[in-house]
């Protein structure tokens, strides 16, 4: 990767920027703050550059959709949401899932329920993990700073292509909204899209295997299950190659563990710094919350003897965190604040 | 009309619909309008749920099925990326007019240039003969038991009078299908010519919900002619 100069951008305009480094053509949203200024990013790029396509859609399920069918002709579309935004964007996304299609959903976490707030906010991980009628067969990265968040917008769009997944940029409103020097760079190469339907123009109108006839119903339950076999042991395979953590101050002398990611893992890393880095205090971040990195928080366990998980929601990480660990004895002090920010000064107290 | 357009998909035959159902004949009519215009390797047939997705295998033509009246968004998506392609989402009177109405009122008003079907038969189909917004003062549905109430939604009459003088809208009948292809090609047509947006509704039979035999179906299509008309609603492609 060719490093650039230094930018000094907000989150929203480092989304914009990302999404244009990975080759994406088409965007179809919405507003709800804190997503809106994304929006109105591209709305500004578009109408200086006749190779993109935009439309202000009717809601979020319309924008989904939208997304959708630019997907299926082989674009690069994404879309930007939040909040009772992103429970409609399920809707659209959950076909996604269903069909394998690929595409980029940047959620700037509220508070919830419902309408809530806007600023900070860990409350949709269960949303976006899991959300749809589903099993959450898709991707869901979570980046704690404006430079991760331009890497991992970048990554989404490649993983969303190379995997033919829904991959979601999962943050919040303090960092799409916050303004910082990161560096900007253009990926080496980019995961090309391939179109799924109107493939060629020359065919045969006899020949039924020149047409593409997609469907998203299943008639009898054995087509269905068939049908969600392949899409769990397709995500099976893919996993390893998708899950990212990254850890601090992990060594083997490390007797407690702090469990956070987003932006709570900043702030945990900075408390570590606060009580300073010989007391034994590690950090364990989770880059992608699905699929979630067991065996890299497996492999940290060894020598650990009090586990802690701080989280802007009551127990959305923490049931994750669990579910990863079953059968560990670790005890866990968790400490949920439903769409509150963590200052590094409170978790370095809390410890 | 005695014979198949190209595009008729033969494995596929017999199809799935119901005896008796409109279905069939709609599709054939745009099977033919699409022959006549030569564009079954440009086309995008987006079909919904309930009844139309049995049409997802229908035709040698590349079709995408979602649900809800979403086929026209989706539809939409798929004409701004390519605009050289036919875009057409075929749905029930359902998804266009109650549970995905926001759709077809956003693509009237902003004049979206993709070729709306519309299947109206009174009812919800697919999950057993529910009342529609469609549904007629006194009918019995599943869920109109003692008969349904006197409002309706005339969506032909709604689109015309929110419709750009560019758009083209139009009702047609089963029970004449020649009339109902002339207004779907017109609809394609209006597309290629890049007008804007295309509605044609085509009033079909439902004897399996209307619970009504041959004469009698005949009765229930002539009482939905005089509440929904027949015609051209916006037509100033030809003036």
């Known amino acids: 990767m060719k490093k650039d100069k230094k930018s000094f951008l907000t989150g929203n305009e480092v989304v914009i920027k990302a999404a244009l480094a990975a080759g994406a053509d088409s965007f179809y949203g919405y507003p709800i703050t804190p997503a809106t200024e994304i929006m109105d990013g591209w709305a500004e790029v578009y109408s200086k550059n006749s190779k993109l396509n935009f439309l202000q859609a009717e809601d979020e399920m319309s924008a989904g959709f939208l997304m959708i069918g630019a997907a299926l002709t082989g674009k690069k579309a994404f879309t930007a949401t939040t909040g009772v935004g992103n429970v409609l964007m399920q809707d659209p996304l959950s076909m996604a899932e269903a069909m394998e299609l690929p595409t980029v959903a940047v959620i700037g976490q509220r508070g919830g329920p419902s309408t809530g707030s806007v600023i900070y906010s860990q409350q949709e991980v269960n949303l976006t993990c899991y959300g749809g009628n589903g099993e959450g067969y898709r991707v869901v990265y979570s980046p704690s700073n404006l430079q991760e968040l331009y890497d991992y917008t970048i990554k989404a769009f490649n993983t969303a292509w190379k995997y033919l997944i829904p991959t979601f940029v999962l943050t919040d409103g303090y960092l799409l909204k916050t303004r910082s020097e990161l560096n900007l760079y253009q990926p080496k190469a980019n995961v090309t899209s391939k179109p799924l339907i109107l493939k060629k123009a020359n065919r045969n109108p006899n020949k039924e295997s020149d047409y593409v006839n997609l469907v998203n119903t299943y008639a009898i339950e054995e087509e269905c299950y068939e049908a969600n076999i392949k899409l769990l042991n397709k995500f099976k395979k893919i996993s390893p190659e998708i899950e990212e953590s990254y850890s601090y101050n992990l060594n083997r002398q490390t007797k407690k563990l702090i469990i956070a990611h987003g932006l709570i893992a900043s702030a945990a890393e900075e408390a570590i710094n606060i009580i300073g880095k010989n007391k034994k205090v590690g950090l364990f971040v989770p880059k992608t919350l699905r699929p979630f990195p067991q065996k890299d928080l497996l492999k940290q366990l060894g020598k650990i003897k009090q586990i802690y998980i701080y989280e802007s929601a009551a127990n959305q990480l923490d049931r994750l965190v669990k579910e990863a660990i079953y059968g560990s004895r670790i005890p866990i002090k968790h400490f949920g604040y439903p769409a509150l920010g963590i200052e590094a000064e409170t978790i370095a107290k809390l410890i | ?239």
């Open chain 2, 1 to 239: 009309m005695d014979s198949f357009p190209k595009s008729w998909r033969k494995s596929t035959k017999p199809h799935s619909f119901c005896p008796g159902c409109g279905h069939p004949i709609v599709l054939k009519a745009l099977g033919w309008a699409v022959e006549e215009l030569k564009i079954q390797n440009k086309t995008a047939f987006g079909i919904d749920i309930g009844c139309s997705l049995l049409a997802w295998d229908f035709f040698n033509l590349d079709t995408i099925q979602t649900h809800h009246g979403r086929t026209v968004p989706v539809i939409t998506g798929v004409k701004i990326s390519r605009p050289d392609a036919v875009a057409i989402a075929y749905v029930g009177d359902g998804g266009a007019y109650a549970i995905g109405s926001q759709h077809l009122l956003s693509s009237l008003y902003k004049n979206i240039n993709i070729t709306v079907i519309i299947v109206n038969n009174a009812n919800y189909g697919m999950t057993g003969g529910q009342e529609a917004p469609t549904t007629l003062p006194y009918q019995l549905t599943s869920s109109t038991p003692k008969g349904a109430d006197n409002y309706y939604l005339d969506g032909i009459k709604m689109a015309a009078s929110i419709a750009n003088k560019n758009a083209y809208v139009a009702r047609g009948c089963t029970d004449n299908p020649v009339q109902l292809k002339i207004f779907i090609r017109k609809a394609l047509q209006n597309q290629i010519q890049k007008r804007g947006l295309s509605i044609v509704e085509a009033l079909s039979y439902c004897p399996t919900n209307w619970k009504t035999d041959a004469k009698k179906t005949r009765a229930f299509i002539e009482n939905l002619k005089k509440i929904y008309p027949i015609g051209e609603f916006v037509n100033n492609n030809e003036k």
